[in-house]
């Protein structure tokens, strides 16, 4: 007989077959199985005796090597053997994101991993390794990230514990299996986990209205036009505040109501005039009565000064009214902010005023060192704008970062600048945006759809991610980080084999901000509002 039967099974073949009760009669050959760990070192024993009184024991340790962490992203981790643990070693595992800029300049995101030997051993050694995708991780022993761990690391149980928790930092992306084993002579135990590496998540402008002041006719609007066209099936709405005359004293649509609504801009450009930091914002007839028109738009604001200008009567805005009225604002619609002016990415040193581009704010800032003019503006939003919604670079450049991409293929009068991770409208990643992305085979496990830019949660996740065939799923729901939320994810039991389809709603699925937000892009490339849909 033996001591306990919670800890063991046993059976008459090594391939689970034949399961043998104890006490009883012993074949030949037994092969036990262990089922839950020891509570100590050699507390199962195993007594053998004949008729004859004749008797022996053995004594065995049922060693538990496991590692543990939130697999399916619900947030949690289960340290029980069942759940997300029966599948943790499939794809795409505990997602991670790098760190970098999407949010600011502190951004980072660990994920725990619970490393597990028991019972608590004297002997023997305990190691953690990667198994695959080394380069793309850094351990740490605390979320503050004081002391690394440099894999593989082996543990010496007979002189110290392992740790309860480690926190893994994503530096690179692309998958990641760790392992974590347990080795007493030429026994080893080993248990794997797998994770994936993902890009920086981007953010997306807040509000969708996209203007384009126009307020010098003469100056053209070829600029104008190419910024529509590119950003107008985004999700955005595009309106122009324009002035069809600079030779009256009717400012139409370039009121300065409109003006400082310019703020509520989740896209904009702006042809115009320009100096170092200064913008001409309307234009009037070269008489008395246009210099009057133009003292009244500005209202006697001090940053805002009426100027005779080659020809015309005029309303300078310096950069200092900028960042009075528009760059708090602009900072918090996360605004994309493409100035077709001369100078307006250079200060003026003499005057101590900013760039025009950098006073304004927003998230993403465009501007130009020098003069300019409407075709070299027009190329650049064309380009710019192109790489942003998809229609070009195989849409692999859809952040602005990844558009202006140091600047290749500009001109070098451009300035670019700002948070990188900005995009127009979410769209799924580029690369492992979909899980299971082929056959799964016959088990139970966890699926999701990740964005590429964080997702407002308005909507339901049983409303924004449908089974439209096979297998059952369960728990559809939103998973994300301490940022905010990137993916759609779901439960399946396909033990009964049934072939299964997905839907991500582009209607449901939209960019965080606001009260509503874009529609998800589905296949990257302008216009938005197409479904993703996969099978597995």
Known sequence: MFRTTTEIWCWTTGIRRGRVGLPGSLPDTLYVEGVSPSYT????????????SCTDSAKVTVVKAALYTDTNNDGAIETEDSGE??????????????????????????????????????????????LLGGSYIKVWTTTDKTTEVTLPKTYDLSTENPPGSLYVDGIATGNVQLAWSYTSGAVTFQDKVAMLIIPTISYAPVSSNAYVWSSLPSLGVDDGTAFQDQIKDQGFKVTWFSDSSASDTNFEQCTLANYKNMINAGAFTVISHGDKGEHLAV????????QAACDTWRGGDTNLVTRHYQGFWCV????????????????????IAMWSICYSASDNP????????????????????????????????NKFLKRMNGTTDNARKRTAGEAYDGGTDYTSNLKMDGNNWTTLCPAPLADNAVFPDTAA??????????????MNQNNPASDALLKLSGCPTTDHRWFGNSDGVYGLGFDFDKTGGAGTTMRAVADKCRNDGGSKGRQMDGDRVTPSGDNREWSF
């Not at 070192?41 to 004859?52: E, I, M, R």
């Not at 234009?283 to 246009?290: C, K, P, V």
């Open 283 to 290: 234009y009037a007839e070269d008489s008395t009565n246009g």
């Open 441 to 454: 085979g016959n088990r139970k496990g966890w699926g999701c759809i990740i964005f590429d830019t964080y």
């Open 350 to 381: 003499g005057t101590g005023e900013a760039s025009v581009k950098e006073a304004a704010g927003g998230r993403w800032r465009s501007g130009y060192f020098n003069p300019t003019d409407m075709i070299e503006a027009r190329d650049v939003n």
């Open 41 to 52: 070192n050699a507390d199962v024993v195993f007594y053998l005796s004949t008729p004859t």
């Open 316 to 335: 300078v805005a310096r950069s200092s009214w900028l960042t009075a009225n528009w760059q708090s604002g602009m900072n918090a619609n996360r605004t």
């Open 85 to 130: 643990a029966t599948y943790k070693g499939f794809e795409p595992g505990r997602i991670l994101c790098v760190n970098g800029f999407g949010k600011d300049a502190t951004t980072d995101y660990l994920a725990e991993i619970k490393p597990v030997v028991q019972p608590s051993l004297g002997n023997g050694t305990a190691k953690l390794e990667a």
